[in-house]
């Protein structure tokens, strides 16, 4: 991650977020330290020489879980012919945060110095990271060249042990080593920093001399070596698109952890606030990945299958059939100060769990999952109509059973003010947001598909279909606003149509609840300047009520949502609209050094020459790296069909030729090639 002054490096829910000098000092931007399973093991780690803080030259990044820093002593204007520099590499991986320190005497005669890394944490959660107040008792000790720092909480206890291949002063609050270093040599030490948990404390690495080139940080770039040649090959006149389609697979290798009894890696959501299994987001990336890397997708539907409601509870908002939305690791989330351990707050996840086990099997043929998950699927499909009709009229609906904790918003705009009308004012109660139909409307759809052709039951293939009928009958009556010619944002418990103007209504169009004589005037409207900013859709059009460029779901642009837009634009045959998003959406990758965030700011791209940041933004984030890839899928126009893939280009005008070779599915591997109209 590149935020701002910030860098990162991530290894699945292992991950350390420093400033471009590789400090870690308190930060309120962002939560720096090194993190894992969401606590913070790392809340200060601080280098000086000689007692002057470090100067960066340059920062390489040279592997998701592996950068380097190039610093000299000093201020900036101190570094004009420095005779010393340092180099500092890191890299995160099965539990250890290794840094290699060098320091290179330019000097033509011997130099002494006082190397010092001030090291402490406060074992904050990554929810309190800004106000931590542990009610756990946190202690330090000095033992045999190491430093311990421990957090214990009733039964739950975490350790971090720090030690280094060169002998140091060890104290209470860092190391400090005295050395001296002969002209135009150098000197080296490597730091392990290794995290226990409950149940580990009995074991020992005092002996053990910390090396960097561990063979655990071999066979990482091995793993990843591999996953790059097993996806597609892109090749394209577009340095952006080619920038950003390895960004994106790498961002998602990056986010991979084990998580599962099976042996099975899933994907964390993203960098640094969801660093564990977001139901919706897991999703949606399935669905983005399928034509490029179909592998990770078998271990997220296990593992939110194993997951499933099965009972009725206030607190996790679980019920029989539902799919969780959230599962966090740390103390928080255990000790249920946050709902979060798990959490199923979340009125799209199940929808979509069915139309993902679906569009699995349509790209792969793989029936043993599908069969394996026929009752899961099953019992989503029941959920929908038992416990999404909160009010009994064949619509979707949430409202929070956790008064306390739970959200508030239960859609993909899941913050407080994420709905609202048009002038601004929140709904009360039940609310049943337009997308959420769209959902439901294409699971029945699928999970007709799937009865029909794989569970040989074509009774309940008919009842599904026939339900899905009715529903898209009603809801283009029901939540069409007839004078201002787009669908309502929602609907609240008094039948009063939230009539917001904002992005949801691109998700209908992928979901393909609408009646084909109103599409054109969706499309229209989500290309207007309101709306589109010249960079992407926004989350909610401009001069609407609660609008502001830089509102979390009020205004701001998230990649994942314009990818369905753009999506469902080519599903209704507005191939040169599509083409434009997917266009925007590349050239603002540019200036994220192709990484996409979860979110930029709305404002206008006359207004600025490049995408502005939005700070609290996920990066990487899972859905944000699949974006990419689902906007490649829309411009190839790749679409399978039985055993067959379908090719349909329409690519934005400047973006040139497009190979993309060994796409993988049923059909074995086929090539894709379009060139820009």
């Known amino acids: 991650m590149r935020s701002l002054s910030y860098t990162s490096i991530v290894d699945g829910v292992m991950f350390m977020v420093s400033d471009n000098r590789g400090d870690i000092l308190a930060s309120t931007e962002l939560p720096t330290g090194l993190f894992a399973y969401d606590m913070r093991l790392l809340s200060t780690w601080d280098l000086t020489v000689n007692g002057e803080r470090l100067t960066a030259l340059s920062i390489d990044d040279l592997q998701y879980f592996e950068s380097r820093y190039f610093l000299v002593p000093g201020e900036p204007t101190h570094y004009v012919d420095a005779d010393l520099s340092v180099i500092r590499q890191r890299s995160v991986g099965g539990g250890l945060l290794l840094e290699q320190l060098t320091v290179l005497n330019h000097r033509t005669v011997d130099v002494d110095l006082r190397i010092r890394i001030d090291m402490g944490t406060d074992f904050a959660d990554i929810t309190e990271t800004g106000d931590v107040r542990k009610k756990g008792k946190i202690s330090t000790a000095v033992d045999r060249g190491t430093l311990r720092l421990l957090y214990t909480r009733e039964s739950q206890r975490r350790e971090v042990v720090i030690s280094s291949s060169v002998e140091g002063t060890v104290d209470d609050h860092g190391m400090t080593f005295d050395v001296r270093i002969p002209p135009h040599e150098a000197w080296t030490t490597t730091f392990q920093v290794v995290v226990w948990t409950r149940g580990a404390e009995g074991r020992d690495i005092r002996e053990a001399v910390p090396t960097y080139d561990t063979p655990a940080k071999v066979e990482m770039g091995r793993l990843l070596t591999e996953w790059l040649v097993a996806a597609p090959t892109l090749t394209c006149d577009s340095t952006a698109l080619a920038e950003a389609y390895r960004r994106s697979l790498i961002d998602l290798a990056a986010l991979r952890y084990m998580a599962n009894t099976r042996g099975e890696k899933i994907l964390a959501a993203g960098l640094p606030w969801l660093m564990g299994l977001f139901g919706r987001d897991s999703l949606i990336t399935c669905l983005q990945v399928l034509p490029f890397v179909p592998q990770i997708v078998p271990a997220i539907l296990h593992g939110l299958a194993d997951a499933q409601g099965n009972r009725l509870d206030d607190f996790t908002e679980e019920e029989p059939g539902k799919i969780l939305q959230e599962f966090r690791y740390g103390e928080r989330a255990g000790f249920e100060e946050i709902a979060a351990c798990p959490y199923y707050g979340g009125a799209d996840t199940t929808p979509l769990f069915v139309i993902a086990v679906d569009e699995y099997e349509r790209w792969t043929g793989d029936l043993k999952l599908v069969r394996e998950l026929e009752f899961h699927t099953r019992q989503a499909l029941r959920w929908i109509d038992a416990y999404g009709d909160i009010m009994g009229d064949g619509y979707l609906w949430y409202a929070r059973r956790n008064d306390r904790l739970g959200a508030e918003n239960q859609c993909w705009k899941d913050s407080p003010d994420g709905i609202s009308f048009s002038d601004g004012r929140l709904p009360v109660g039940p609310r049943a947001t337009c997308e959420l139909q769209g959902y439901v409307y294409d699971a029945k759809r699928r999970g007709a598909r799937l009865a029909r052709e794989i569970w040989d039951d ?35 418990a008094d039948g009063n149509l939230l009539d917001a103007y904002a992005s949801n209504m691109g998700h209908l169009l992928w979901s393909g609840i609408v009646d084909r004589d109103k599409a054109q005037r969706i499309v229209g409207h989500l290309m207007d300047r309101r709306l589109f900013s010249g960079w992407g859709v926004r989350s909610l059009a401009e001069g609407e009520g609660r609008y502001s460029p830089v509102g979390y779901h009020t205004g701001t642009v998230w990649p994942f949502d314009n ?21 925007s959406m590349i050239d603002a990758a540019r200036f994220f050094d192709g990484r996409l965030p979860g979110a930029f700011a709305g404002y206008d791209r006359t207004l600025t020459k490049y995408p502005v940041q939005y700070p609290a933004a996920c990066s990487p984030h899972s859905w944000s790296a699949g974006s990419i890839l689902m906007f490649l899928r829309g411009m190839l126009g790749l679409e399978p069909k039985g055993e067959h893939l379908i090719v349909r280009p329409h690519l934005p005008s400047d973006i040139g030729r497009i190979e993309l070779l060994d796409i993988p599915g049923r059909w074995g591997v086929v090539d894709a090639f379009g060139r820009g109209h």
Do not use: T
Not at 472 to 483: E, H, P, S, T, V
Not at 564 to 579: H, K, N, S, T, V
């Open 563 to 583: 990818s369905l837009i753009a999506l469902g634009m080519r599903r209704y045959g507005f191939d040169e609209q599509a083409a434009r998003i997917a266009g």
């Open 458 to 492: 074509p009774a309940y293939a008919d009842q599904l279909e026939r339900e899905a009928a009715e529903l898209k009958l009603r809801f283009n009556r029901d939540f069409w606003i007839a004078d201002r010619e787009y669908f309502a944002l929602g609907m609240d």
